[in-house]
């Protein structure tokens, strides 16, 4: 078997850092120092990086666009968005991609 990368895109950072450090998800939430510590020793793991930034405004705004919802749908549009802009392939627990990608483009964990 050959060795996989595991490109962590800019809106995950930004989506874990928004979830853990926030007071109405987590009764005693992490500090940013933490959060960006654990993230950071995940970029220390062979194989692991960093996505680069990507232009996914054009699939991005057909995603938002043909499914005309917004709130807590619009991260996984744009991280949809950003697989498809970058030739990736997302794997998940979240359902909610399979409305979102092509089945070659997803792996769904149960």
């Known amino acids: 078997m050959g060795q996989a990368t595991l490109v962590l895109l800019p ?7 928004r979830l853990v ?8 939430p ?15 793991v062979e194989g ?8 996914e405004w054009p699939s991005f705004r057909s995603l938002l666009l ?9 991260t996984d549009a744009w991280i949809a968005a950003a ?10 627990f979240d359902r909610d991609f399979e409305d979102l990608l092509p089945a070659r483009d997803l792996t769904r964990l149960q």
């Open 11 to 17: 809106v995950v950072f930004a989506g874990f850092i």
């Open 21 to 28: 450090t926030n007071p109405r998800v987590f009764v005693n």
């Open 30 to 44: 992490d500090s940013i120092e933490d959060a960006v510590a654990f993230l950071d020793a995940i970029l220390q």
């Open 48 to 55: 692991a990086v960093a996505g680069q930034g990507v232009n």
């Open 66 to 74: 043909s499914h005309g919802r917004g709130g807590n749908f619009v």
């Open 83 to 92: 697989v498809q802009s970058c030739g990736e392939h997302l794997v998940t």
